[in-house]
């Protein structure tokens, strides 16, 4: 079946009841086979008391003692099931209660023992809801019984079986291969697969973009019918269309992007205008691609889209959640009209927003430019192209005055910048690291994105004021934990880092810690761990603090609805406003607010939207969050294990070589060392430091010689040799050249 019992039961909201028609619009219940499997389901689920079947419709049952959670398991067979809710209790799960519940699974879990101080509580696992590992990576082996996979994952303790399926399987033996699963363990019954592609002799001999998808289960390719779906959108705006909306095609309209993008018109999403008004205001035009008029809701390239959930970025090769015809359809390409929402903000002179209007508009591009061709203009007075002429004057004020203006807002209230020696995104605001990142050789990069989280921040506020459905992108507070080592490795590199572990962290603290790393040598190696200490970004149904902006009253993503779905719902939700919302109280009354602008924030005691409608988008929204932010971790996971294939790629081949680095962390069995260049990190193992035992000082975060007093302390500037590499599981092994520092008595005995 194409949906899960997640899925489901993701559609039942407090005690509500819901009619099987509406679960099979929902869920994308279109054929006989699917409606007979959906049916089937709601059976099991009423048998074994999830949900209860009253006058036809169904509803959830809550038990007190069963919680909903993710089992992340170690390859020694227990497993914790990880609760969605933030500091909730991890439950431990032994092997005998899993179920053949796998490594990454969603599940009920219900609780067999309550937990204490010391322990955790235990569990075992009464339903799996969802699976997360429909495929994976395994090796190809065989015995008396047939062929059998192996996967790579140490957390999977389990062969598959594998079917004869036209794949000439003698051929796979010993390789790696992608396997989908057909059947999980049912019994005593192995889980059945088949091989869908071999991939190599091994991993190294694999393509590292179809590893990565592979191990995390991304489709490459889109289904036959979402590409139908596509042929049939029109290619051309109606005239009617046009009329509708406020029509912006006469202002000088620009677009910023990057190369890659521009090279392959892939979503253009965003573009640009500024003026100056009368009262000496700045008015920055914000306008993105208005995906959601193309794109109706529960539509097949709708379910496509959610069931990806967001665009992931393999470097030579992006994963979108639309098909390609859909991208050339809406985004934003010279000369041609386009559908957009903008969102035009009025700026005073210290760059504070005084108001701002959000509305369907048609624009034209006018002016197409990369980061690059932007930072080369700015200041230029000779040698410019005739037709980029009227843009230098507009592109000084964006970034010489006003960008500034509200980076200087950002710096006043707290708000991260990180120093990075190159930034890759698909997006323009800070993305899902929470934080902006400016990168030196492109000042233009990072303050262009102080302008576009404006459109996050005012869309939230009117989100709010209006009281519609909405999503919020939320960061926690960083744990003082997790900056520990860090502290200690800035104190002894000789910085004044004054943090104080028994007070909440601010952001106002990590811009302390970041204009002190300025200070550094070794900066881009202290920004790049401190990103490491930053929570992922979550999204809510409420409004709650984002971290690395320094937002306490909502903020949100809308900016890219054709690459992150939750974009897309949000988009959703100001179109519901322009066609539906209602602008006064009553009928009778002769004048109305303007539910485009700020101005009527203040104004409205009435509820917006219809009752109907409302009700069913909040519904439909708090469904779908669990899924996307699981989608959004996913994505990250991704373009993280690549990243990590191409450094223990790049560092195989420097097997033998040797570098500079520093410690950056220190445990009982070894020493970390990142080599700052290549900003990689390898492990040097206590056991080939030969010269003498080793001891390890938790309080000094060092190792220390028995006879010697040779150390290697956190901090310290060692040389090491590349040993060795394991690609896939990107493990690289260093070993010293030459002594540890010896004692200077400067740190204390335990």
């Known amino acids: 079946m194409e949906f899960s019992i997640a899925t489901l039961l993701a559609q039942f909201v407090d005690d509500k009841l819901?009619?099987?028609?509406?679960?099979?619009?929902?869920?994308?219940?279109?054929?006989?086979?699917?409606?007979?499997?959906?049916?089937?389901?709601?059976?099991?689920?009423?048998?074994?008391?999830?949900?209860?079947?009253?006058?036809?419709?169904?509803?959830?049952?809550?038990?007190?003692?069963?919680?909903?959670?993710?089992?992340?398991?170690s390859s020694k067979g227990f497993c914790f099931a990880i609760q969605d809710e933030e500091n909730a209790d991890d439950i431990y799960v032994k092997e005998s209660h899993l179920s053949n519940a796998w490594n990454g699974d969603r599940v009920f879990v219900k609780i067999i023992k309550e937990g204490s101080r010391r322990r955790s509580p235990e569990g075992e696992v009464k339903l799996i809801l969802e699976r997360s590992n429909p495929s994976l990576l395994a090796t190809v082996t065989e015995n008396e019984k047939g062929y059998r996979a192996i996967p790579l994952d140490d957390r999977l303790l389990f062969e598959l079986e594998l079917q004869q399926n036209g794949t000439d399987l003698q051929a796979a033996l010993e390789h790696l291969v992608h396997v989908s699963v057909l059947r999980y363990p049912l019994a005593q019954k192995l889980p059945l697969g088949k091989v869908t592609k071999i991939l190599g002799s091994d991993a190294e001999a694999a393509a590292d973009i179809d590893i990565v998808a592979c191990k995390h289960d991304l489709s490459q390719e889109f289904p036959e019918k979402a590409i139908l779906a596509a042929s049939d959108l029109p290619s051309r705006v109606p005239a009617a269309e046009i009329k509708r909306r406020l029509d912006f095609r006469d202002k000088l309209t620009f677009t910023i992007d990057t190369e890659a993008n521009l090279a392959n018109s892939t979503w253009i999403e965003n573009a640009f205008t500024l003026e100056k008004t009368k009262a000496g205001n700045w008015q920055l035009g914000i306008h993105i691609a208005d995906v959601a008029h193309y794109i109706e809701p529960d539509s097949v390239l709708d379910r496509v889209a959610r069931k990806r959930g967001v665009s992931v970025d393999l470097q030579k090769k992006v994963l979108p959640i639309?098909?390609?015809?859909?991208?050339?359809?809406?985004?934003?390409?010279?000369?041609?009209?386009?559908?957009?929402?903008?969102?035009?903000?009025?700026?005073?002179?210290?760059?504070?927003?005084?108001?701002?209007?959000?509305?369907?508009?048609?624009?034209?591009?006018?002016?197409?430019?990369?980061?690059?061709?932007?930072?080369?203009?700015?200041?230029?007075?000779?040698?410019?192209?005739?037709?980029?002429?009227?843009?230098?004057?507009?592109?000084?004020?964006?970034?010489?005055?006003?960008?500034?203006?509200?980076?200087?807002?950002?710096?006043?209230?707290?708000?991260?910048?990180?120093?990075?020696?190159?930034?890759?995104?698909?997006?323009?605001?800070?993305?899902?690291?929470?934080?902006?990142?400016?990168?030196?050789?492109?000042?233009?990069?990072?303050?262009?994105t102080e302008l576009t989280?404006?459109?996050?921040?005012?869309?939230?506020?009117?989100?709010?004021?209006?009281?519609?459905?909405?999503?919020?992108?939320?960061?926690?507070?960083?744990?003082?934990?997790?900056?520990?080592?860090?502290?200690?490795?800035?104190?002894?590199?000789?910085?004044?880092?004054?943090?104080?572990?028994?007070?909440?962290?601010?952001?106002?603290?990590?811009?302390?810690?970041?204009?002190?790393?300025?200070?550094?040598?070794?900066?881009?190696?202290?920004?790049?761990?401190?990103?490491?200490?930053?929570?992922?970004?979550?999204?809510?149904?409420?409004?709650?603090?984002?971290?690395?902006?320094?937002?306490?009253?909502?903020?949100?993503?809308?900016?890219?609805?054709?690459?992150?779905?939750?974009?897309?719902?949000?988009?959703?939700?100001?179109?519901?406003?322009?066609?539906?919302?209602?602008?006064?109280?009553?009928?009778?009354?002769?004048?109305?607010?303007?539910?485009?602008?700020?101005?009527?924030?203040?104004?409205?005691?009435w509820k917006v939207l219809p009752p109907a409608m409302q009700e069913q988008m909040e519904i439909d929204v708090q469904t779908m969050l669990p899924f996307l932010n699981d989608r959004e971790k996913l994505a990250e996971d991704a373009e993280r294990d690549l990243a990590g294939l191409k450094k223990a790629e790049q560092m195989k081949e420097r097997t033998g070589n040797i570098f500079e680095g520093l410690i950056t962390g220190v445990q009982s069995y070894g020493f970390f060392v990142e080599i700052e260049d290549l900003l990689v990190e390898g492990l040097v193992h206590v056991s080939s430091l030969k010269d003498d035992w080793y001891e390890y000082r938790s309080r000094d975060s060092c190792l220390v010689g028995r006879k010697n007093q040779a150390r290697y302390r956190l901090g310290d500037r060692v040389e090491v040799e590349v040993k060795s590499v394991d690609y896939y599981r990107q493990q690289i092994d260093l070993v010293t050249v030459g002594n540890g520092s010896q004692s200077n008595g400067d740190w204390e005995e335990e």
């Open 18 to 73: 819901v009619a099987k028609k509406n679960l099979e619009k929902k869920l994308g219940c279109e054929d006989e086979i699917n409606l007979e499997k959906l049916q089937i389901t709601l059976d099991i689920l009423e048998k074994i008391g999830i949900l209860a079947k009253e006058r036809g419709k169904y509803r959830r049952i809550y038990e007190d003692d069963v919680v909903e959670a993710k089992l992340r398991c």
């Open 322 to 448: 639309f098909v390609e015809k859909v991208s050339k359809l809406c985004s934003l390409v010279p000369k041609k009209n386009r559908l957009t929402i903008s969102i035009t903000i009025t700026l005073d002179e210290q760059g504070k927003i005084i108001e701002y209007q959000i509305a369907p508009t048609v624009i034209s591009v006018d002016h197409q430019l990369t980061y690059q061709q932007a930072q080369s203009l700015l200041g230029k007075q000779d040698n410019v192209p005739d037709e980029l002429a009227v843009l230098i004057p507009i592109l000084n004020d964006l970034f010489f005055t006003l960008s500034p203006l509200v980076k200087a807002q950002r710096l006043q209230r707290g708000g991260l910048e990180i120093a990075t020696p190159e930034v890759r995104s698909l997006y323009k605001d800070e993305g899902r690291l929470g934080a902006i990142l400016a990168v030196s050789t492109l000042p233009v990069y990072s303050l262009l």
């Open 453 to 605: 989280i404006l459109a996050g921040k005012v869309v939230a506020e009117h989100l709010q004021a209006l009281e519609l459905p909405g999503i919020y992108c939320t960061q926690p507070e960083p744990d003082i934990e997790d900056l520990e080592d860090l502290i200690k490795l800035g104190d002894n590199l000789g910085l004044q880092l004054d943090l104080d572990a028994d007070e909440e962290i601010t952001s106002q603290d990590y811009q302390r810690l970041t204009e002190q790393f300025a200070k550094s040598s070794e900066t881009m190696v202290l920004n790049y761990l401190l990103q490491n200490t930053l929570k992922p970004i979550k999204y809510t149904v409420h409004p709650r603090q984002h971290f690395g902006l320094a937002y306490g009253d909502g903020y949100t993503h809308c900016i890219s609805p054709g690459q992150r779905y939750v974009d897309l719902l949000v988009q959703r939700s100001l179109k519901a406003l322009f066609e539906h919302g209602r602008d006064r109280r009553h009928s009778r009354t002769k004048q109305g607010v303007d539910l485009t602008s700020s101005s009527c924030h203040g104004q409205i005691n």
